[in-house]
């Protein structure tokens, strides 16, 4: 089975609205941790946010929430009031006991002026 | 801030060379790996290590070998590439629990 799956592998959203980008993770590791990065055309992989498998509330940062729903194993990015700088690959992976990152395959968001 | 340094954006080389790819960090940490990414895959870890002179194999080590012989660098090594190691490389450092920081890429094309 994947570890994770992102299955959209393109969106296309408007600027300023929302977005929410899919990840579910398959794991029986009571202890991991989950990443978004953001990768632009440049090439180099962004962290955005980060979420533990204990931490009790949703993480945040800045325009980025992560929304985590332990007993449904997902995952989900939101990003809110999307701009034009947002148009990049994102990538969802996951960390188990033994540091080795696990990615999805990504979706490519495209933000629409 | 922390910063992963990779020899080469770019590379060109001919089937069956060996190849070099260098990685350097400059934040101590213990941990380094090299992934390849291609469309539609995602990354996929090639090997990692823990220390020096520590190396463990990742998910498609077939074709790839590492060296670490000081703390921050890690070289991967393919001894023969082949065509189907045309790939975008890329290798992250972390400190024990904590989030890797990737380089900026290399973009290798094996004629």
């Known amino acids: 089975a994947q570890k994770i799956t992102q299955t959209q592998p393109g969106m296309f959203v408007q600027e300023k609205e929302a977005v929410t980008l899919d990840c579910t993770y398959d794991t029986s590791d009571p202890s991991y941790g989950l990443f978004w990065y953001k990768q632009p055309s440049s090439g180099e992989m962004i962290f955005l946010i980060y979420q533990g498998s204990y931490d009790q509330q949703n993480a945040t940062e800045g325009r980025y929430s992560l929304n985590f729903q332990k007993a449904r194993k997902s995952a989900n990015l939101v990003i809110s009031a999307s701009q034009l700088g947002d148009s990049a690959m994102y990538f969802c992976a996951m960390r188990e006991y033994n540091e080795k990152l696990t990615f999805g395959t990504g979706t490519r968001l495209t933000i629409i002026p | 801030d922390v910063k992963v340094t990779q020899s080469s954006r770019y590379l060109v080389k001919r089937t069956g060379e060996k190849v070099f790819l260098e990685c350097v960090q400059d934040?101590?940490?213990?941990?380094m790996f090299w992934y390849r990414q291609d469309p539609g895959l995602g990354l996929r870890l090639i090997y990692f290590?823990?220390?020096?002179?520590?190396?463990e194999k990742g998910d498609i080590p077939e074709g790839y070998s590492v060296s670490r012989e000081k703390k921050e660098r890690f070289s991967l090594i393919l001894e023969s590439a082949s065509t189907n190691q045309t790939s975008m490389y890329l290798c992250a450092s972390s400190l024990r629990g904590s989030r890797q920081y990737f380089g900026p890429g290399t973009r290798l094309t094996v004629l």
């Open positions: 934040m101590d940490h213990e941990n």
């Open positions: 290590s823990y220390d020096v002179k520590m190396k």
